[in-house]
């Protein structure tokens, strides 16, 4: 499979980098080689806890399945003021094959570096590069109610709470990409 290059997000504290195959066969190795290939500083204490096992093949699948779906994955990495850049976490956005207009997002960070905005700033930035794909229409993010940092991360990226979740115990939040037509403004058939 041939994957487009695509740049890193830039923000004013982060750089959202797209993660590859590459990049979680070396992780999943534990081979030592993420940093050089993310050119990034790797914490002892990577990955953060939603970093789960089976995130590995499922990211592994969804590139494979969809590759124009490359740079809704990404690593975020903290720009530090000598040059260099430390991994602090990562988040990313999937859609499913019953829903393929609706985006869903998920994110994490190490916990040195939660409660300073990171999450948000990462979120926004992924929201921002997903709007500028004509498909996604809405993107959703699912937690559970007992982790008050999640929803205010997603409140503050514009979500507005849209039910439970699709887990049991969880809340859904939405946030539509695309104003809807109203009836009087749709152009009619024929």
Known sequence: MLLR???DIATSRLSLISITP????AEQAGEGRLGELIRCVVPTNWPHENWEPHVYDFMLTQLKEHPDQLGWQRYVGLVC???FRTLIGSLGAFTK???PS????????LPQFEGRGFATEGA???IEYLRE?????SVIAHTFPSIPASIRVMEKCGMVFDGDGEEAGTVRYRLPLRPLL???QQIPAG
Do not use: K
Request: glycine fraction near 10%; proline fraction near 3%; hydrophobic fraction near 40%.
């Open 97 to 99: 094959a019953d829903r």
């Open 5 to 7: 290059f695509v740049d």
């Open 102 to 109: 609706e985006c869903e997002i998920g994110y994490g960070m």
């Open 182 to 184: 109203r009836a009087e």
């Open 133 to 137: 794909d004509e498909r996604i229409e």
């Open 124 to 126: 926004r930035a992924l």
């Open 81 to 83: 003021p000598a040059g």
């Open 22 to 25: 590459e990049m979680l066969r």
